[in-house]
């Protein structure tokens, strides 16, 4: 397993048991030579995003790019400003990707995804456009799962070679949970 303890102590707050045992749990599943897919579920603010934090920590570390899909363009952005700084610490480089970027601005993270240069790419639909290509994609989170089609979040998987997963929701959702 990993060594998660700068991690731990770069989130300014201690994690709860259950926090800690999501985070076990996924990395013990990423480290196990097979591939992770999980869902953590949990109410707003339970620390899903902190057990996603942990797994794209883990995927850097071992040379392998995230990406993190959100419903909206605001979820979008709040992701990138609490992840950003946090993962920063890391030398972990995060873009922001999403439609209200200029064709320029799209251009040129589109061009950081795919040659490496881009570690974690946090985005709304447009993470999963033809035009989204990452060098080297190990780990797709997707927040609000059920807020997207079951062929969308494929897509999405399918921009990697057998990527790990990690579903979010705060909303129990009985397919998924199946």
């Not at 700084?85 to 993270?109: C, M, N």
């Amino acid at each position: 397993t990993a060594d998660l303890s700068p991690f731990c102590a770069a989130l300014g707050f201690e994690l709860t048991g259950a926090q800690r045992r999501c985070i076990d749990e996924a990395v013990r599943d990423m480290c196990g030579g097979g591939l992770m897919n999980r869902l953590v579920q949990g109410d707003v603010g339970s620390g899903k995003t902190a057990v996603a934090a942990a797994c794209i920590r883990l995927a850097a570390q071992n040379g392998l790019q995230s990406v993190l899909m959100a419903p909206t363009e605001i979820l979008a952005a709040q992701h990138f400003e609490g992840l950003s700084p946090l993962l920063g610490r890391f030398g972990i480089r995060t873009e922001l990707l999403s439609g209200s970027l200029t064709a320029a601005q799209k251009r040129a993270v589109y061009g950081r995804m795919k040659n490496g240069e881009t570690d974690l790419v946090i985005g709304t639909h447009a993470v999963i456009q033809q035009k989204a290509e990452y060098r080297n994609l190990g780990l797709v989170v997707c927040d609000e799962q059920h807020r997207f089609g079951v062929q969308q979040r494929a897509e999405l998987s399918g921009k990697g070679r057998d990527p790990h997963v990690l579903v979010m929701s705060a909303t129990p959702i009985p397919r998924t949970l199946a």
